[in-house]
C-alpha cells in the first residue's frame, strides 16, 4: 500500500510538472505588456482586446506630434502561428491604416506595416519594457 502511494505521487508531481512546463513556454510567447521603440521615441502596451491583442500609444519622448498617447496603433492583431499575428497597424504620421504583423522571439518584437499586399511594407523593432 505504502508503494501505492508514493507511486500516485510521483504521477501527480509528474503530471504538475508538464502542465507548469507548457505554461512557461505559453508565456514566453506572451506579447502582452509594454514594449520600447528601438528609436526610444515610444512605448506602446500590447493587451487583449476580445480574441485578439492591441496595441496602444503609452508613452511618447515628443508630445508635440501626431502620436497622442492614449491612441491605439495596432488592430485586431491574430495569431497566425507560434509568436505570430497578423492585422492593423495605424500610422499618426500620415493618418492610414496598413495590414501589420508582429513577430516575438524572447524580449524581441518586430512590427511591420505593408501596403500593396505587402510589397512595401516598414518594420519596427521593439524591446520588452516591463
Same mark, same amino acid.
Given at each position: 500500500?505504502? &508503494?501505492h502511494k508514493t507511486s500516485a505521487r510521483a504521477a501527480l508531481l509528474g503530471f504538475a510538472t508538464l502542465a507548469l512546463a507548457g505554461t512557461g513556454? @505559453?508565456?514566453?510567447?506572451? #506579447?502582452s505588456g509594454t514594449w520600447l521603440r528601438d528609436s526610444g521615441a515610444s512605448? #506602446?502596451? &500590447?493587451?487583449?482586446? %476580445?480574441? @485578439?491583442?492591441? %496595441?496602444?500609444?503609452?508613452?511618447?519622448?515628443? *508630445?508635440?506630434?501626431?502620436? !497622442? #498617447?492614449?491612441q491605439r496603433i495596432f488592430y485586431d492583431m491574430k495569431?497566425?502561428? @507560434?509568436? !505570430?499575428?497578423?492585422?492593423? @497597424?495605424?500610422n499618426p504620421e500620415d493618418g492610414k491604416t496598413y495590414s501589420g504583423t508582429m513577430s516575438l522571439s524572447g524580449d524581441a518584437l518586430t512590427t511591420s506595416g505593408c501596403v500593396l499586399g505587402g510589397i512595401i511594407c516598414r518594420s519596427v523593432k521593439w *524591446?520588452?519594457?516591463n
Open positions: 500500500m505504502r &508503494f513556454s @505559453a508565456l514566453a510567447q506572451d #506579447v512605448r #506602446v502596451r &500590447f493587451a487583449k482586446c %476580445g480574441e @485578439a491583442m492591441c %496595441g496602444t500609444l503609452a508613452w511618447l519622448k515628443d *508630445t508635440n506630434g501626431p502620436a !497622442k #498617447v492614449g495569431p497566425t502561428g @507560434a509568436g !505570430k499575428w497578423s492585422g492593423s @497597424a495605424f *524591446t520588452r519594457a
